[in-house]
Every structure is written in structure tokens, then in C-alpha cells.
């Protein structure tokens, strides 16, 4: 067993994912405490030109498996076969993705997870990990039971990590073992069906202006996506607003959405249900506009906001473009 | 065509929840439910068993014997039959345990499909399906917001970055839905007494090959410390204000913080 920290790099359209390179920094980060090296295991397209670019953002090593766009899944036994006896932990994104290849070697090599995890440190030899369970209600703290095989795998939250930045460093390439006949790697797409217009991904925005019941309809996203350019953000929004057709599926944040951890998270016309927090919970900063002065989100939120949407939005992105034109 | 449905029972939604002294979540203390999540894999299953796509559905949990009541809400929906698995060396399986229990359950059962709901309410790993597929050797399918079956094959249709695919493997398959698949039906009057009469079949960790040694006591991962999360500071309100001064209020607030 070594002490290094493996992550997964997600690479697609010839890019890494932005938690490539957050999970390169967090490697890095536990790397240094555990005395091992920070390795990622890259895959999709772009893996192969772009896998030595993650040594600036903190990687020592490299291992490449594979340069196309197909299902995740399918590259899970590379990826088992990588981290077999290889290191102390293995770092995922906890994004679909990242839990279906973290499952698949859980399941493989028979190994501790933890996850999704507010805070990771590497210490007495072994992972410690920092959980918000219950639906919020409870932390814990684990560990992998005395004797658990490693790597633990460690399920990461978007924004847990801060890429590090003005890194220059280059990670060497190494070969990827051999990975044997595994029936996970039989999926395929079958069709593809692009949307007309381009979705950000909601998990890299670092500010999101969310909307949701109270917003009405489609147009009246619309103050809401005014806020969020001024903010330099997002927009997102809770299951009602997504089921009522008003934005795509993929801006809905919550449990069966994404699960966000912006810097500041802005939620209108939101009532703030158990199944929209856990999406939310673990934003930093967090404003409410909500018209009902009793709105289960105005418990939670840092700073509550009573009174109509429509009003005060727009206000608010006229006082912040007059702040920073000034 | 055959589709196996794993379910949890989980305390209630909003239920109160607590740790017991060694660390383990006190599952007594709380009304328990079907994991929400699951209802949406039992509907799927069922409506590809209306629609003449699944000769038979059975319903597989593990849990203790409390969790039959979970397996007769569910049969109460519809469905043919439940196994529950149960061990008192199963109290406080992780999620590793649980795909060990469930992987060895479904290779006695061999359904087609075991179809799972995609997260559970009390647990957010989202691990099982992908764990039970790397066990058993099948392909998974995850993440579908339907799934649908065909010349052998099964396929589901998941949210890609900007739109939608299409993504389908050969049987037998592991896959999971999302809340999209549609809303749960409810049981009626008729389905809740024909549930009495479903079979239902209990098995113990011995039954399906396994010892309380092999699953490492239930668990690859231990809680040292539980307790509460911090206290936050009291939310501040603003109230009764015309807009305008609202806004600037907001914006000093976010001001003072950097976020602007």
C-alpha cells in the first residue's frame, strides 16, 4: 500500500472538468499530509493531451484511460484495475459520473466509502471524513474500519477544493494497467439529444440565483437571470419550477437534482423544502426573497428577504450594476 | 421478463433522527416509510408490467423484520412477491454491506432487471446500484428518467450536459430512476388487502452464502463522532421595506461578506 491519493479527472469536449481540478488540488492538499503523491486517473476526451496540464493544478502523476466521450460507467474497470492496492484514498466527484465509477470499485475491491463528504483530511495514516447526515441534522466523523482495505473512497462536493492557481507544474504520464472483461463496460449511447440552447453546468457556479414556485413561469426567470449576470452567476431552481416545464432539468438543484456548494446561493420565490435543501445546504451564504414571512427557507437562510420577488429583484440588480459601475 | 425492485425502509421525511450511544442511527425512534426515492422504481416497474414489457415484479429489501411492513406497503401498489432479508448482523450495514447482501440475494433471484430507486433519503452515497452491478458483472444503467425494454436489451433515458440520451446495455442489467419517471401510484383498498395474500419469503445472511465475518460486521467504515451541526448565527430579517431600500440593504449585506 502506497500513501497516495488517487482522483478521478473527468475530461470531456477535449477539457477537464472543473473537478479535475479541484480534486487535483485536494489531492494535493492530502498528499502532503499522507507523505504519498497526488495521481489522477483521467478519462474522456481531451484525457490524453490535457492529463499532464493537471500537475499546475497540484497532480504528480498522471494515468490516462481513455481519450473518448462514452459512458462513464464504461471506463469503471480501468479505473478499478488503477487503484487496486494503489493508494490510501480515491477522490470522485459526487456527481453521477463520479458515484458510478466510485460504486463500481467499492464494489470491486471491496472497500470503505464516505460521502458526499464536507471536509476530508488525511491523518494517522488514514482518512478521516466529515459528513453532513440526516438531511442535515447531524455531523459525523468516520473512518475506514480497523484492517479496511484502501484506497478509501471518498465521494467530493463541487467548490469543496479551490483549483490552485498560477501552478506551472507538469504531471507525469504513466501507462494504465491492464483492466480485465467486466460487463460494466457494455453500455452505450444508443441516441443523443442535444438541446438547442447550451446549459452551464450548475455544479461550477460559484454564485446561483435559484427560482421556484413563486417565480410563475418562464418569463418569469427572467429578473432572475438579470441577477445572476450581475452577479457573474447561474441561474438554477427547485423541482417545481423544473417539473412546471419553466427551465431545464438539468438547472434543478435538490436531491433528485444537483447537489450545489456555491459561494452564495440566492434563492427567490423558493420555500425552501427539505428535498431543495439538501441540494443547497451547504452553500456558504445563503439569501432568501420570499413573500410568505413563514417560509420553511427563512429558518435556514442567512439573510431573509420578505417581500415580492418581482420587486425586489430587479431593485437588486440595479443597486449592484450601479455599485460596480461606480 | 423478470424485474426484481429494491427497497429501504427509511425513518419518515422531516422525522426526528438521532444517533444512538455506539454511533448508529437509532431506526426505532422514528416513523418508518419506503425510501421515497424507491416509490419512483416500484412505479417504473410497475408500469412496464401494465404495459405487458415484465411478466413479474418482485420486491427485495434488506433490514430488520420491521421492513416486511415496507415490502406489504409496496406489494400493496402492486407486484408479485417480496423477499426480505434479514440478520441481526446486519444492524448498521454501510453501503458496501448492503450491496454485498443485495448482489448475493439477486444472483439466487436472477430477475432481468433489478431496477433501484437513485439515492436514499437517509443515506446520500447514491452507491448501491453501481456497487450491486460491479458485484454481480451486469451492466448498469443509471440515473434513468425511464427506462424501457426491448429485444434483450434494456435502456434508459438520462439527462447528458445539455439534453438528453439514450443509453442502453444488454440483459441482465442493475438500473436506478430518477423522480421522473412519473408520480407513484397510490395503494388502493383492493391492492392493500390483496397484499396480505402475496408471498413473501425471509432470509438470513446463512441462506444467501454469506457470514457476518465476510461483510467485516456490516461495515468498511466506522462514525468516531456524531453531534450537531454548528450553531449559526440568528437569521437576520428584512422586512417591510420598499424595494429599493431592500435592495440596498442586500447589497450591503453582501457588501460586507465580498460577494460583490
Known amino acids: ?53 493537471l500537475g499546475a493544478a497540484g497532480a504528480t502523476r498522471a494515468i490516462v484511460l481513455g481519450d473518448e466521450d462514452r459512458p462513464a460507467i464504461t471506463y469503471a474497470p480501468a479505473v478499478v484495475a488503477a487503484a487496486r492496492d494503489a493508494g490510501l484514498a480515491l477522490l470522485a466527484p459526487a456527481t453521477p459520473n463520479g458515484r458510478d465509477i466510485a460504486a463500481a470499485v467499492v464494489g470491486s475491491l471491496d472497500v470503505p466509502a464516505f460521502g458526499p463528504v464536507r471536509a476530508v483530511r488525511a491523518v494517522d495514516g488514514t482518512i478521516e471524513a466529515e459528513q453532513a447526515t440526516l438531511q442535515g441534522s447531524v455531523i459525523t466523523i468516520s473512518r475506514p474500519a480497523d484492517g479496511a482495505p484502501t484506497p478509501s473512497v471518498v465521494l467530493v462536493l463541487a467548490n469543496t477544493f479551490t483549483p490552485a492557481e498560477g501552478g506551472s507544474g507538469s504531471a507525469e504520464v504513466v501507462q494504465a494497467p ?60 427547485s423541482r417545481a419550477a423544473a417539473d412546471a416545464g419553466w427551465i431545464p432539468y438539468q438547472l434543478q438543484i435538490g436531491q433528485t437534482g444537483k447537489v450545489v456548494k456555491p459561494s452564495l446561493y440566492i434563492g427567490a420565490g423558493i420555500s425552501g423544502a427539505i428535498q431543495h435543501r439538501v441540494g443547497m445546504q451547504t452553500a456558504e451564504h445563503v439569501v432568501a426573497i420570499n413573500r410568505d414571512p413563514d417560509a420553511p427557507i427563512g429558518e435556514f437562510a442567512d439573510l431573509f428577504v420578505v417581500g415580492d420577488l418581482f420587486q425586489i429583484v430587479p431593485a ?9 459601475g461606480g | 421478463m423478470k424485474i426484481v425492485v ?37 412505479e417504473q416497474a410497475l408500469r412496464l408490467a401494465d404495459a405487458g414489457a415484465a411478466d413479474s415484479v418482485t420486491y427485495l429489501s434488506m433490514g430488520p423484520d420491521q421492513a416486511a411492513e415496507a415490502l406489504r406497503r409496496a406489494l400493496a401498489m402492486g407486484g408479485d412477491d417480496a423477499v426480505l432479508v434479514t440478520d441481526p ?19 439466487r433471484l436472477a430477475p432481468d432487471v433489478a431496477l433501484m430507486g437513485m439515492a436514499s433519503d437517509d443515506a446520500r452515497g ?25 429485444d434483450g436489451k434494456a435502456r434508459i433515458r438520462r439527462l447528458s450536459a445539455a439534453g438528453y440520451d439514450w443509453i442502453e446495455a444488454p440483459l441482465p442489467v442493475v438500473a436506478s430512476v430518477t423522480d ?19 408471498p413473501m419469503e425471509t432470509l438470513s445472511l446463512a441462506d444467501l452464502g454469506l457470514s457476518a465475518d465476510a461483510l467485516r460486521g456490516g461495515a468498511l467504515t466506522r462514525v468516531t463522532e456524531a453531534r450537531p451541526p454548528e450553531a449559526k448565527p440568528p437569521t437576520e430579517r428584512i422586512e417591510n421595506l420598499p424595494p429599493a431600500e431592500a435592495a440596498a440593504k442586500i447589497a450591503d449585506w453582501l457588501a460586507a461578506r465580498k460577494l460583490i
Open chain 1, 316 to 324: 437588486l440588480t440595479d443597486e449592484i450594476r450601479r455599485r460596480k
Open chain 1, 178 to 237: 491492464e483492466a480485465g472483461e467486466s460487463a460494466l463496460a457494455k453500455a452505450t449511447v444508443a441516441e443523443s439529444h442535444e438541446a438547442e440552447a447550451k446549459v452551464i453546468n450548475l455544479e461550477e457556479a460559484t454564485v446561483i440565483v435559484a427560482g421556484g414556485r413563486g417565480v410563475g413561469s418562464e418569463e418569469g426567470f427572467g429578473p432572475l437571470r438579470d441577477l445572476a449576470a450581475a452577479l457573474g452567476g447561474a441561474v438554477g431552481a
Open chain 2, 180 to 198: 421522473q419517471v412519473g408520480e407513484p401510484r397510490y395503494a388502493s383498498l383492493k391492492g392493500i388487502m390483496a397484499a396480505k395474500r402475496k
Open chain 2, 126 to 150: 447514491s452507491l448501491v446500484p453501481g456497487a450491486v452491478a460491479a458485484i454481480r458483472n451486469v451492466p448498469l444503467l443509471s440515473y434513468g428518467a425511464e427506462l424501457a425494454l426491448a
Open chain 2, 6 to 42: 429494491t427497497i429501504k425502509q427509511v425513518p419518515a421525511t422531516g422525522a426526528d433522527k438521532r444517533y444512538t450511544d455506539d454511533l448508529r442511527l437509532d431506526r426505532a425512534s422514528a416513523e418508518a416509510i419506503i425510501n421515497p426515492l424507491d416509490e419512483y422504481a416500484i
Open chain 1, 1 to 53: 500500500m502506497s500513501n497516495d491519493i488517487l482522483f478521478l479527472a473527468e475530461f470531456s469536449g477535449g477539457a477537464p472538468a472543473r473537478s479535475a481540478l479541484e480534486l487535483a488540488t485536494g489531492a494535493a492538499e492530502l498528499a502532503a499530509a499522507s507523505g504519498g503523491s497526488a495521481v489522477a486517473i483521467a478519462y474522456g476526451s481531451g484525457a490524453a493531451a490535457g492529463a499532464a496540464g
Open chain 2, 89 to 107: 448482523a446486519l444492524a448498521g450495514a454501510d453501503e458496501w454491506a448492503t450491496a454485498k447482501v443485495l448482489a448475493a440475494a439477486l444472483d
